[in-house]
Each structure stands twice: as C-alpha cells, then as structure tokens.
C-alpha cells in the first residue's frame, strides 16, 4: 500500500493551493481517505475525510468553509482545494487512508487511519 501527497509549497496568506494523494490501493473506491495535518512542535491533526461514496465528507472546524475534499476513484486519487489560507494552516499534510464502513461515523483519529503517506509541506507565510 503506498499513498503518495503532493502539491504543497509555499505561497501567501489568502492563496490556495490543490493537494493530491495518488494511492496504489487495491480496490480504493473501498477505502475511505483522510488528509491531516502537523504543524512543527504539535501533534498531528485531523483536516477531512471523505467516505467511499465520495459525497459524504467531515471537516475540522479549522477549515471549514475554506476547503474541499474530493476523490476520483477512477484515478485513484484524493484531493484537498485549500483556499484562504492563513499562516496557521502551516503543517506537513499527510493522506491516510482506512477500509470503508457503513456506519455514520466519521473517524478522525490517527489510530484509526491504517495507511499513510509520507506528507508534503505547505507554509503560508504572512
């Protein structure tokens, strides 16, 4: 299983930027996928997830309104539209990814994510 991030970079407060996680999953319209985040010295943290549907999506209050996950199973391939961006949005941004489920939850932990990327940094400077 490998996840593969990309699309980061540096760019200024109010930019936006497209991140995109190319999986080699097997079956990855089965999987549910997630972006987090950490920024230096803090403890990674949940940004969105998007069920296998790809209509059914949960955002952290950090970024709603201002982000969009989206996914192509066809391709394989989750995205994160970040616009807005703030200097606190500043992190290393990882894609996970877990088997889907029927149930109405969203998870949003880190234990609960089986699968990860290796991350790409995204810095807003002010």
């Known amino acids: 299983v490998q996840l593969q991030a990309s699309g980061g970079g540096l760019v200024q407060a109010g930019d936006s930027l497209r991140l995109s996680c190319a999986a080699s999953?097997?079956?990855?319209?089965?999987?549910?996928m997630g972006w987090f985040r950490q920024a230096p010295g803090k403890e990674r943290e949940f940004v969105a997830v998007v069920r296998v549907n790809g209509t059914s999506t949960y955002y952290a209050d950090s970024v709603k309104g201002r982000s969009t996950i989206s996914r192509d199973n066809a391709k394989s391939t989750m995205y994160l539209q970040m616009n807005s961006l703030k200097p606190e949005d500043t992190g290393v941004y990882y894609c996970?990814?877990?088997?889907?489920?029927?149930?109405?939850?969203?998870?949003?932990?880190?234990?609960?994510?089986?699968?990860w990327g290796q991350g790409t940094q995204v810095t807003v400077s002010s």
């Open positions: 996970a990814a877990r088997l889907g489920y029927s149930g109405s939850i969203f998870y949003t932990n880190t234990p609960e994510f089986p699968y």
């Open positions: 999953l097997r079956r990855f319209s089965s999987f549910e």
